[in-house]
């Protein structure tokens, strides 16, 4: 049974920094496509940050551009998303995916497989 399982949100302070993990089980994630997306409240769910399967380079939305990491670790089956210089507009539920497709898009309806989401609160 596939299962992706975010884990590392909660509540930082505008300029600070948090590091969210993906724990993928039920399949080998060495094939997978993997992405980003987030979603804030009463807005459409979008594409931050994907990176195929043979880690090519990574695509990053405009807005994370040069504060936010995407890394994936196939040994372990787990997907990291380093995210720095965090704004309140960062504020949402950030969920990690899979597909098996090359190449990655940051298309949310492009993917296979979810996690359920992780709140990311910045704030002061």
């Known amino acids: 049974q596939v299962h992706l399982v975010e884990s590392g949100g909660g509540l930082v302070e505008p300029g600070g920094s948090l590091r969210l993990s993906c724990t993928v089980s039920?399949?080998?994630?060495?094939?997978?496509?993997i992405g980003w997306f987030r979603q804030a409240p009463e807005k459409e769910r979008e594409g931050v940050s994907c990176?195929?399967?043979?880690?090519?380079?990574?695509y990053y939305a405009d807005f994370v551009k040069g504060r936010f990491t995407i890394s994936r670790d196939n040994d372990k089956n787990m997907i990291y998303l380093e995210m720095n210089s965090l704004k309140p507009e960062d504020t949402a539920v950030y969920y990690c995916?899979?597909?098996?497709?090359?190449?990655?898009?940051?298309?949310?309806?492009?993917?296979?497989?979810w996690g359920q989401g992780t709140q990311v609160t910045v704030s002061s």
């Open positions: 039920g399949f080998s994630l060495e094939y997978y496509a």
């Open positions: 990176i195929s399967s043979d880690d090519g380079e990574p």
């Open positions: 995916a899979a597909v098996n497709r090359h190449p990655p898009t940051p298309r949310p309806y492009d993917y296979d497989y």
